[in-house]
């Protein structure tokens, strides 16, 4: 069974400071992570996955298969970031993989 | 590309009432995806569609949810004889293909559907 973790409901902080959001992830296989992101009354859409190892608004996510954790980063937060943020896994391999959501963490910056 | 759509944004339903909830995937999108958030929490995994086909339906409850995916027309979710409990946003998200082959999965607006 694959099983995604985000412990913090609500994170707040301010502008300009250092934002992590935690996700840690149980899966006996190779896993393929991403993280999705809901602005206010917007859909919910890609915000980056691992394997492009890309940077997206100054985010980055680092898959830690020792702590079975990965962890979204932003050394400043903006005020444009405060969004509700999702981690999500799939197992990686060919065909149908289903991908399992976290409960979400809502990231609130203060100007 | 208008995206995902779903139709209607918001649903109100009295006890004991069908719902149905509509989903237009992407254009030149065949797989289709629905999940439930019930307040506080996160996204549930319901059912994954292609075609006129269930491929997952392993997170729907097993009485009165059922979905199809005609070959002409939207994804439907019927929800029958609705309970309180069934209030929540329902979501559909579409993929050209198996996601996540390269492909991540595009979201729709959402249905918020309130029992009463």
């Known amino acids: 069974a694959q099983r995604v973790t985000q412990p913090e409901k609500l994170l707040s902080v301010f502008k300009g400071a250092p934002v992590e959001l935690k996700c840690n992830y149980s899966?006996?296989?190779?896993?393929?992570l991403f993280w999705y992101v809901q602005y206010s009354r917007q859909r919910l859409q890609l915000l980056l996955r691992h394997i492009s190892r890309e940077s997206i608004k100054g985010f980055t996510a680092d898959l830690n298969k020792g702590e079975t954790s990965f962890h979204l980063k932003k050394p400043f937060a903006q005020e444009e970031d405060s969004a509700m943020y999702y981690c999500?896994?799939?197992?990686?391999?060919?065909?149908?993989?289903?991908?399992?959501f976290g409960t979400g963490t809502k990231l609130q910056v203060i100007p | 590309n208008a995206g995902v759509m779903q139709n209607p944004r918001h649903l109100v339903r009295r006890r004991g009432q069908e719902a149905r909830l509509r989903c237009s995937p992407m254009?030149?999108?065949?797989?289709v995806y629905w999940y439930r958030q019930l307040p506080e929490e996160g996204l549930k995994f319901m059912v994954y569609l292609q075609k006129e086909n269930i491929i997952d339906e392993s997170g729907m409850p097993k009485e009165r949810f059922s979905a199809e995916f005609p070959k002409e027309g939207p994804s439907i979710l019927r929800i029958q004889q609705v309970v309180r409990g069934d209030s929540a946003a329902y979501f559909c998200?579409?993929?050209?293909?198996?996601?996540?082959?390269?492909?991540?999965?595009?979201f729709g607006p959402g249905t918020r559907l309130t029992v009463t």
């Open positions: 999500a896994l799939s197992p990686l391999g060919g065909g149908y993989q289903k991908v399992t």
């Open positions: 899966y006996s296989g190779s896993p393929e």
């Open positions: 254009k030149g999108h065949s797989h």
């Open positions: 998200a579409s993929s050209p293909t198996s996601a996540p082959l390269g492909h991540e999965q595009y």
